[in-house]
């Protein structure tokens, strides 16, 4: 049986990634400042900005089940904004959380999967990383970070077995969108970011639900190696093709023209 471990699996799609490998035949450990009991899975209270926290948690599923063979890190949030009206507090938590909190959860994970002779670890990204959104600037800049953290985390940790892979969702029907934090456009940029943050809530209340993203979240986890990133779905594959294959002139006027008009 695999052990593994999910953060942020108190709801959205981290839970139904939980759930899923759960259902796979996982032992299944979910890392959340709240518990939301179910069964099949395991709940350790932990907040992933906390080091020592995490590093205590990681520990105690060792203790419980021996080892950790697969590690998602899912835990994170969106704000959107101006960049010239969010606050530096704000921009800092986001990356605390979506980036830092991710590095925590591996860097407790790895000397365990080294020392087991493998692993597999799954860090959630989003299509915003190789299409930065206006108005989700600094959670694009994370996303993007997660990207490149992926690509040479996995040259370093490939000769011990270990492989990892970065999953870009796009739009999702999932807590996310209740959850994301907003500032006000100063009444500069009141009007563009209205429409922005309307159109982006519309098209994740109206996108692929959170139980079938977690279904393939858990799907990819349970691999033994992939490519290093993964889109889900075909219109984000897509996109993420388009943006590789465009002069970034052009693909970054398009979105533009979706989020920025």
Not at 8 to 23: E, P, Y
Not at 112 to 132: E, F, Q, Y
Not at 178 to 200: F, H, I, P, T, W
């Amino acid at each position: 049986m695999k052990t593994a471990i999910v953060t942020g699996g108190s709801g959205g799609i981290g839970r139904c990634t939980a759930r899923a490998l759960a259902g796979a035949g996982c032992r299944v450990f979910e890392f959340s400042r709240r518990e939301k009991p179910e069964a099949g899975i395991e709940h350790i209270t932990c907040d992933v900005t906390d080091e020592e926290a995490l590093r205590a948690a990681v520990t105690e599923v060792i203790g419980r089940a021996g080892r950790v063979d697969i590690l998602v890190c899912n835990a994170g949030f969106g704000i959107s904004g101006a960049a010239e009206l969010t606050s530096s507090a704000d921009a800092h938590a986001q990356l605390e959380l979506n980036l830092f909190g991710m590095d925590n959860a591996v860097r407790a994970v790895l000397p365990h999967m080294r020392a087991a002779g493998g692993g597999r670890i799954v860090c959630m990204s989003s299509i915003a990383g190789v299409l930065p959104i206006p108005f989700q600037l600094w959670y694009s800049v994370s996303k993007a970070a997660i990207d490149a953290y992926v690509l040479a985390l996995q040259n370093e940790v490939r000769p011990f077995g270990i492989s990892v892979c970065a999953v870009l969702p796009g739009d999702i029907r999932s807590g996310f969108t209740a959850a994301r934090r907003k500032s006000s456009g100063g009444g500069v940029y009141d009007e563009r970011l209205e429409r922005s943050v309307a159109r982006m809530e519309h098209d994740e209340e109206t996108g692929m639900s959170a139980e079938a993203a977690g279904g393939r979240v858990a799907r990819i986890a349970l691999m033994r190696r992939s490519a290093p990133m993964k889109a889900l779905g075909l219109p984000y594959k897509a996109a993420a093709s388009a943006a590789k294959l465009l002069p970034r002139r052009v693909s970054n006027y398009i979105i533009g023209r979706m989020y920025a008009k």
